[in-house]
């Protein structure tokens, strides 16, 4: 049953259908709702197709939180979630999730409800300039006809224009009509009647699952890039997709390849075929493989090898080194960015955007991956605690024993630090989980100190900022744990900062109705923004401004808000317990706090 027979239709509510129908049977499925007034018939029809089991449905008091959540779908899935609010404020608050994925590449659906125009523009409530709001960071947009309709056979001319509507949507946001993939709004005027009976003709949208799209065929190995969010790829700022050609790479010229966030195992691949050294951040998911440099900043720094670079390579969006941006700033230094999910890189001015790149036959020059390589395994960095001696620990001689009793308590007992927070996590997730950085301090010190491992990785490094972690990190768990269903899902962790957390403390609250993500929150907790250490204003301002307007600390207790929003906590203070808080299973959702010195 799709409706009540006897109640009253609206054309609200048919155009509704029409709509999220089309969206459904083009394969979205997830819809994100936060509650309202005029958007009350889309979100009647989202509840029914939840009743009906084609979409998941996700409600979310917070815009911002329900917008950052639908990007952590879309980032994972590589399939745009639907967003759905009513008009006004509401609206404004998804301007942060629209940024990100307009410079990460992310698809986005946005579906704003609105006033009809003659309500606009004379102080009518809850009516504000909707139509061009996020303009200049969408791929494509529109302001919809006001409904006015009743459609008995689900075929009327309304509806066939709002199914067409859906399709052009569609396609620009997964970056097949326009490069990359991004955000694209509609906005949808209605009016009274806001909601009525749902169609007659209102069924399961018949619709293919969606599907990785296969690689692109060549005659040789072909490197793209793109490999961190669904396999999307392009570049540019929503303009129509322009054909810049693969092109094939000699050996010759000392080149390196750099690993940006979303990279993908595309610049591994190449760096393994080409025999070149690898650079690859903690967020680029391609930290990993033979020829992965160790302790790139300094080596980068060095003249006899960041010096001599003459080429580089480069995957994804490189943002956490200041040392790989004077690298690819450099004039004397040919920069090829391989296009990939966000906007184009072209810090020196004349870097060359290309789609992909092939090695041409060759020797490798085995001189210059050498030095790197001996360089890279001087620079690593072991954080395994001390083996324990399993002799002095058996032996009968006390002046043996108890030093290795002392020996292994040390080590039991050591209060957690970054270095080995980080290394803690990363140790703890393997191929089936997620992992989400948060922009803290702690994901620089991971990009310092640890080694290789092909994991899934993920962070809004679009534009870096700390907004939105925790919603991203649930839109992951959501998306991934979907497509395990059938298989062993993993654990999505997010490690970020408190002052990241507390920013988006209210993803935390999941409605009682919907299935909980299997997640952990890592929080290391170091009582305010001590990535301000690290920046120049540290050398410049006293103590008193430093606290004030930079580190903000607070007195937050984590676990009273860990009990407030139903999630299970676990405060742990050395590495035996951190080890065994992310490992012991449990909880469907934890929040750990790591309390950190300043």
Known sequence: ??????????????????????????????????????????????????????????VRIDERVAGFLALGIGRESGVPAALLCTSGTATANYLPAVLEAHHAGVPLLLLTADRPPELRGIGAN??????????????????????????????????????????????????????????????????????????????????????????PESSGALYQGGGGIGGSEG?????????????????????????????????????????????????????????????????????????????????GH?????????????????????????EPLNLNGATTQVDGVSVAPGAADRAWLGAWMRASHAASVDLSPPAPDPDALSSAVPDERLPAIAAELAVLRAPVDRAALVDAVWRATWPHDRLMFGSSRLVRVADTVLGGKKVPVHANRGL???????????????????????????????LLGDLAMLHDV??????????????????????????????????????????RVLYTPHEVRLEAIANAYGWEYRRVATRSELDQALTSGGAARLLIEVPLSR
Do not use: C, K
């Open 1 to 58: 049953m799709t409706g009540d027979a006897s109640g009253a239709q609206a054309p609200s509510t048919d155009a509704a259908a029409a709509l999220l129908g089309a969206l459904v049977a083009g394969g979205v499925r997830h819809l994100v709702l936060s509650p309202g007034s005029r958007s009350q018939a889309l979100a009647l029809v989202a509840a029914e197709f939840e009743r009906q089991g084609i979409a998941r449905l996700h």
């Open 126 to 215: 809850q009516a504000t300039r909707q139509p061009g709001l996020y303009t200049g960071f969408t791929r494509w947009e529109g302001d919809l006809p006001v409904p006015t309709e009743i459609d008995e056979t689900g075929d009327g001319d309304q509806t066939v224009m709002l199914r067409r509507t859906a399709g052009e949507a569609l396609a620009a946001a997964r970056g097949e009509t326009v490069r990359p993939a991004g955000p694209v709004h509609l906005n949808l005027p209605y009016r009274d009647p806001l909601a009525g009976a749902l169609p007659r003709w209102l069924a399961a949208p018949v619709g293919a699952e969606p599907t990785d799209a296969a690689p």
């Open 235 to 315: 570049s540019g700022d929503g303009a129509e997709a322009d054909a810049a050609a693969a092109v094939i790479l000699e050996h010759g010229p000392r080149t390196v390849v750099v690993a940006g966030a979303d990279a993908g195992p595309g610049a591994e691949a190449l760096a393994h075929e080409a025999g070149w050294p690898l650079i690859a951040e903690i967020v680029s998911g391609a930290r990993f493989g033979r020829h992965l440099v160790h302790g790139y900043r300094r080596l980068l720094a060095d003249p006899s090898l960041g010096g001599r670079v003459e080429r580089a390579v480069v995957f």
């Open 318 to 342: 490189p943002t956490l080194s200041r040392e790989v941006a004077a690298l690819l700033s450099r004039d004397d230094v040919t920069v090829l960015a391989v296009r990939g999910p966000g």
């Open 464 to 494: 870096a900022g700390i907004d939105g972690t925790v919603a991203t990190a649930m839109g992951i768990a959501l998306a991934s744990q979907d497509a395990a269903e059938r298989g062993a899902a993993g654990v999505t962790r997010v």
């Open 506 to 547: 209210g993803a935390l609250l999941v409605p009682p109705a919907e299935r909980a993500p299997r997640m952990q929150v890592i929080v290391g907790n170091d009582g305010g923004g001590t990535i301000f250490d690290d920046l120049e204003v540290a050398g410049v301002a006293g103590p008193a401004a430093m606290d």
